[in-house]
């Protein structure tokens, strides 16, 4: 049978204070993610999984409260690993990419953040690569992910309120704002790096994205 295990923090739960008090994560994670994962796992006992189905399969075939409740373990990893209470430059080449498709890093900025902050009622807003390999920002309300469009997740903000209310009451937007300075940028250009990994044809040729990745390698290489 499949279970799924709760993720450690990659930090303490006062790492992130003062954007994000100990007392929110304490809650966030340790009650309402932990729940998640508990209610999947009831869910698992009764389901078609085998040990050996990952989050991914899980999400991937499953729908109703099983879906929710995997989504939503999957989505709380992707956004506490999407948070670091060090600030990380932005790689060069990320950059570049975010202008490709964003015109400017401002209006990247500016765009995520309005799509955050107007998502009606609960979900995510994500970064995500489509399936032409673009650069975009979606909301995806609830339990919602990018992998059930065959997109590949690179960063995700939680605008559910108990990520915030306790912090910032009903202001959204400055719990958004604050936010943006925790943003591990390290982490999302990994994500792209590990897409280009996981593809199961190389690169073609004269691929701006394959170029970009190979940058992406080499800038975070360690220096001897």
């Known amino acids: 049978m499949a279970k799924i295990e709760l993720m450690q923090l990659p930090y303490e739960t006062d790492a992130l204070e003062p954007v994000i008090s100990k007392e929110t994560i304490e809650y966030h994670y340790g009650k309402h993610h932990k729940n998640y994962v508990d209610t999947a796992n009831k869910l698992l006992e009764n389901s078609n999984f085998d040990e050996d189905a990952t989050l991914k399969d ?3 075939e499953s729908d109703g409260a099983l879906f929710n409740n995997a989504a939503q373990v ?7 690993l999407s948070l670091t209470p060090t600030p990380t430059a932005i790689p060069k080449k990320l950059v570049e990419l975010i202008k490709r498709d964003f015109g400017t890093f401002q209006n990247f900025k500016d765009e995520f953040i309005e799509k955050a902050a107007t998502l009606f009622g609960s ?8 399936t032409k390999e673009k650069l975009v920002i979606t909301q995806r309300s ?3 992910n990018p992998l059930v469009d065959l997109h590949e997740p690179l960063l995700t903000i939680d605008v559910w309120e108990h990520a915030y209310y306790i912090d910032y009451r009903n202001e959204r937007k400055k719990y958004l704002e604050k936010l943006w300075d925790l943003i591990d ?10 897409y280009y990994h996981d593809l199961t044809e190389p690169c073609k040729e004269a691929s701006e994205l394959c170029d970009y990745i190979d940058m992406l390698q080499h ?6």
């Open 219 to 224: 800038e975070n290489e360690p220096t001897t």
């Open 58 to 60: 899980i999400i991937r």
């Open 185 to 194: 940028w390290k982490f999302v250009a990994s994500n792209i790096v590990d």
């Open 123 to 130: 979900g995510w807003t994500w970064l995500e690569l489509d």
């Open 74 to 80: 999957y989505n709380h990893n992707f956004y506490w």
């Open 142 to 144: 609830n339990a919602n």
